[in-house]
């Protein structure tokens, strides 16, 4: 352990979120002297994912609003001191944490805390995402089992009878001629619109939305295509856009890239999810194959500056009794941005598998792993409320497929905006769902346990802060969003190229051989293992 200290790292990376993550597998190949180390004592950071007993003393730490100062990013002077953690990750990202259990929890199935892993960003990832490209060209993806997202679906509040308020959004020419509640003349329009976005940004298609970039997209909808009410709900609920106001110029990229990443990998889905707690589990990979280059990594391992900095190195204490020194750092920012809006998330352990959400409704598609499931705004899909905000309720309905809960089960993560009746809204929603998705025989599921907590963003743009021969990198938190953002696979670039220096090549960045004692029958050019 003493040799450690004897020599300066290259850099020392600190915390395990995705980004940190991905920067070591980048690096795993750079023979450059790498530690990686985390306060927390569970890889993930901001991404992590939960057992029941890890959520607990989780929630311990974001229950209140106010936390003391963490790790974080430096602004973009030159002179600014360099701050490292002196307590495990405790930032003003994630706050007003709260978790409930249901008083007979054991009698109606919930079972031991391990039995479960709760994933603090369940984002889905498209098969288009550079996200996937990059994990086949490192080799990292043979290590991830990613499972197929199935139908996305829209509340419907004012549908006569509960088991019909689920309508399964079309994405594709059969989909659209086989709904039964979509009239002959709006199939036509709706045809016309997607056959439209698929090849939006060429030459011919241009000037059917040039000039109107910045309005909304349910007015382009209504103006350009008379597409109607509900379809008009179908279309923006692919967005998955949480204010519900996209624009024209992001909400027809976002459609494109859903309706691009159909078929990408088999019939029947456009994105997938990593198995056993969405990206956390490809951070732990990526981990794993920074330590097989030779990284070393220290979990549950504090930090404090060390009087002997300076301009040339940085030097630190470990809470292991340990002094090290590196002239780079990379860290993540956890101080919440003042302007920004934050989400209010609920995850629910149900105990139903709710089976009605992952049909196969492609011939030769994979049973589905994961639903969504959009409810237009936050009016009380029960009640009504015409004083609610307008804005959207998303939740991703996972099935134990997942390995997020045992099976019969499922559970549910639900977004919203945070507002002063967000919390309120997100259970009407959850409840809704449940009364909508039940089995047509035997009672309505019900919510064995639920995790409560708000997620704000840090300043969305990486930090840099250079001293000397000293740099500091910070990444930005991840976005809120329900779909895997590529933009911040950017900053990863952005690290590596600052650890790496003048010298680095960008055909190597991510792009690796199979290590030796590695088979390579395996066909790349299809992704089979990818699912």
Not at 382 to 398: C, F, M, N, Q, R
């Amino acid at each position: 352990m003493e040799s450690l200290g004897d020599e300066p790292w290259d850099v020392v990376i600190c915390g395990t979120g995705l980004q940190q993550s991905l920067l070591a597998l980048a690096l795993s190949r750079s023979k450059k002297r790498i530690l990686h180390i985390d306060p927390n004592d569970y890889y993930g950071e901001h991404e992590a994912a939960f057992s029941l007993q890890e959520a607990d003393s989780w929630i311990a730490v974001h229950a209140e609003g106010e936390v003391a100062q963490d790790l974080n990013a430096e602004d973009s002077s030159t002179t600014r001191e360099v701050k490292v953690p002196t307590h495990p990750s405790k930032s003003t990202i994630f706050k007003n944490a709260s978790a409930w259990k249901h008083p007979q929890a054991a009698d109606h199935g919930l079972s031991f805390p391990r039995a479960y892993s709760l994933a603090l960003a369940p984002q889905i990832i498209h098969t288009r995402s550079k996200l996937l490209e990059q994990l086949v060209s490192s080799r990292a993806y043979k290590q991830v089992e990613f499972l197929a997202v199935g139908s996305f679906f829209v509340f419907d509040a004012d549908a006569d009878d509960a088991t019909s308020k689920l309508a399964r959004i079309p994405s594709s020419r059969e989909d659209v001629f086989s709904a039964k509640s979509i009239p002959a003349r709006s199939k036509r329009s709706l045809m016309k619109f997607l056959k439209f976005v698929i090849d939006y940004n060429s030459e011919e298609q241009r000037h059917v939305w040039q000039g109107h970039e910045h309005i909304f997209l349910s007015e382009f909808l209504t103006t350009c295509f008379k597409l109607d009410e509900n379809l008009r709900k179908y279309i923006l609920a692919l967005t998955l856009t949480l204010d519900g106001r996209v624009t024209v110029v992001d909400g027809l990229a976002i459609i494109h890239r859903h309706l691009t990443s159909m078929g990408q990998f088999g019939p029947g889905f456009c994105a997938v999810y990593p198995k056993w707690g969405g990206l956390s589990e490809i951070a732990q990979v990526a981990c794993r194959a920074g330590a097989v280059g030779g990284g070393i990594y220290m979990l549950d391992t504090k930090v404090e500056n060390d009087s002997d900095s300076n301009t040339d190195e940085l030097s630190f204490k470990l809470s292991n009794g340990l002094s090290v020194r590196t002239t780079r750092l990379v860290t993540s920012q956890s101080e919440a941005a003042s302007d920004t809006q934050s989400v209010t998330r609920l995850i629910a352990v149900v105990n139903s598998p709710l089976q009605t959400l992952f049909e196969v409704v492609v011939e030769g598609a994979p049973t589905p792993a994961v639903a969504v499931v959009a409810f237009p705004n936050t009016t009380s899909p029960e009640h009504g409320d015409s004083t609610s905000p307008k804005t959207p309720i998303y939740a991703l309905v996972h099935s134990s497929e997942t390995g997020e809960c045992p099976t019969g089960q499922s559970v549910v993560y639900l977004t919203a905006l945070t507002a002063p009746q967000s919390a309120q809204q997100l259970e009407s929603a959850l409840s809704a769902l449940l009364t909508a998705a039940a089995p047509t025989v035997g009672p309505t599921p019900i919510c064995l346990y639920k995790l409560q907590y708000e997620q704000s963003l840090s300043p969305q743009e990486s930090s840099i802060s250079t001293r000397g021969g000293v740099s500091t990198f910070a990444f930005p938190s991840p976005s809120p969003n329900l779909a895997f953002d590529d933009r911040c696979l950017d900053s990863v670039k952005d690290a590596w190229k600052l650890v790496v220096g003048d010298h680095y090549q960008e055909a190597e960045y991510m792009v690796f051989q199979e290590r030796n004692g590695v088979g390579d029958d395996d066909d790349d050019d299809t992704y089979d293992q990818m699912l």
